[in-house]
Structure formats: C-alpha cells, structure tokens
T-cell receptor, first 111, second 118 residues
C-alpha cells in the first residue's frame, strides 16, 4: 500500500543550525502539508502546498521556515536557524481529494 | 476559525468491550470534514475514519464508527470489540469545506489516550 515516507526519523541539531526534513508523498497525490507536534501537545498545521506554491500557512510558519518540491517526488521543510522551541515531531502529509495520509514523522531535537 | 475539543485525557476499556471517545467541534463553516486519527506509541498518525458534514449516515470502517450529531456538534468515535493493539492516542480533527487543499488542512484536538486492558 502506498505510503508517505519521511527521513530522517530522528534529527539532532545545534541551536542556530539549518535543518532540512525530507518527505516523499504518495505519488498521485496533489496536495502536501507539514504539521508539527511538540511533545505532549496537539498536532498543529504549519503549511499547505499545491501546484508548486504555498496555499496557506499558519502563524507558526514564519520566515525561518520554507518548503520546496525540488523534483517530482520530494517535498522538503527547511528551518533556517533552529531554536530550542523548534524541537518537535514534524509530520508530512499528502492527499489527493479525501483524507490526508501522514508519514511516520521526524523527531527534531534542538540542543 | 475551527476548534476541536476532546474532554477525555485518558480512557480505559476492557478487551472485547466497546468504547466511545468524545469529540465536539466548533465552526462557522456550513460544510466541513471530520476525521479521527490514531497515534500509537511509535508516533505515526494513522487515518481511521472520515465524516462529511453533509453525510446523513454515520461513517463506519470495520470496528470504527463515527457517531455524528450535527446539532450537538459532536463526532464521537466508537470502537467496538476493543483489542490490545487499540491502545494508543486518538485525535479528532476537522477540515474546512472539503475541496482542494482543504482536506488536508486539519485542526486537531488534544487527543485521548486509550488503554485497553486484557
């Protein structure tokens, strides 16, 4: 069964460093998303992406964040200069026209 | 703005029994979607069931059913015949008027931890 794949599963980075989280959405899906879940808290929407551009973003998604679909399969989230409060599980999701399917997540730890 | 409220931080159920996880929502949208996701301890988010606001019948998917009461703005998840593998965090979520990117733009509740006892 097709699935959303995220790499790495765990990333540790120093404060101030740039990180790129990788996602391969399901191949025939058209809409892509990033979410984050701070430990013990609810899942929060970050950004949606369609037709090679951002459709919508939350107030969390500030200038430190960017997304890109560099080729036909990958969808990346870049955090330019990480802060301690960026430590969270980051989920990629994709959908064609119904429910969103989520990847396994990348646990980002900023030290 | 959309809001999801899950008032049960934790629930316990005996194996093979049914359990209801509560979810209430608030939105000014006329059309919206309601979802339930399961998050096991391994962390992934697993889609369980979907209900559209205009669907007159309650959604069912195997042992999962969604008790949709539009007037009360509730969308409770019923799990029948609980199994040990059902122990997980369960999130209720909603999306704006389905269409385009909206399906995947979800607002989540705080979640309910379900523990199934043997």
């Amino acid at each position: 069964e097709p699935e959303v794949t995220q790499t790495p599963s765990h990333q540790v980075t120093q404060m101030g460093q740039e990180v790129i989280l990788h996602c391969v959405p399901i191949s025939n899906h058209l809409y892509f998303y990033w979410y984050r879940q701070i430990l013990g808290q609810k899942v929060e929407f970050l950004v949606s992406f369609y037709n090679n551009e951002i459709s919508e973003k939350s107030e969390i998604f500030d200038d430190q964040f960017s997304v890109e679909r560099p080729d036909g399969s990958n969808f990346t989230l870049k955090i330019r200069s990480t802060k301690l409060e960026d430590s969270a599980m980051y989920f990629c999701a994709s959908t064609r026209n119904t429910e969103a399917f989520f990847g396994q997540g990348t646990r980002l730890t900023v030290v | 703005a959309q809001k999801i409220t899950q008032t049960q931080p934790g629930m316990f159920v005996q194996e093979k029994e049914a359990v209801t996880l509560d979810c209430t929502y608030d939105t000014s949208d006329q059309s919206y979607g309601l979802f339930w996701y399961k998050q096991p301890s391994s962390g992934e988010m697993i889609f369980l069931i979907y209900q559209g606001s205009y669907d007159e019948q309650n959604a069912t998917e195997g042992r999962y059913s969604l008790n949709f009461q539009k007037a009360r703005k509730s969308a409770n998840l019923v799990i029948s015949a609980s199994q040990l593998g059902d122990s997980a965090m369960y999130f209720c979520a909603m999306s704006p008027d389905p269409g385009g990117t909206s399906y995947g733009k979800l607002t989540f509740g705080q979640g309910t931890i379900l523990t199934v006892h043997p």
